[in-house]
């Protein structure tokens, strides 16, 4: 079975930063595209960033140029590593897969995540 393990999260204070990872336990790692999102009570699950097979990467308009999606395929990971934080970026963060041919639409089943707090 297919599992989604993400970690790293916490309380951090605005302007603070974290970096989130999440293994992958899924045959041919290195064939997937990749994707954080995050969600908070109430709202729906919002998309974050994209990282394809081949390294490409883009970033949701609100965290570009502050998050930074990466991958490392010998260790099934993808990364998120997450500066200057705002207290809107409190939520919690998934890792996922995503389709072939949207890069920004998640296709697989979801994790746990993980909580990430900024506040002082």
């Known amino acids: 079975q297919v599992q989604l393990v993400e970690s790293g999260g916490g309380l951090v204070q605005p302007g603070g930063s974290l970096k989130l990872s999440c293994v992958v336990s899924?045959?041919?790692?290195?064939?997937?595209?990749l994707g954080w999102f995050r969600q908070t009570p109430g709202k729906q699950r919002e998309w974050v960033a994209s990282?394809?097979?081949?390294?490409?990467?883009i970033h949701a308009d609100s965290v570009k140029g502050r998050f930074t999606i990466s991958r490392d395929n010998a260790k099934n990971t993808v990364y998120l590593q997450m500066n200057s934080l705002k207290p809107e970026d409190t939520a919690v963060y998934y890792c996922?897969?995503?389709?072939?041919?949207?890069?920004?639409?998640?296709?697989?089943?979801w994790g746990q995540g993980t909580q990430v707090t900024v506040s002082s």
């Open positions: 996922n897969w995503l389709s072939s041919s949207n890069l920004r639409v998640a296709v697989g089943d």
């Open positions: 899924r045959r041919a790692f290195s064939t997937y595209n």
């Open positions: 990282i394809s097979d081949y390294g490409y990467t």
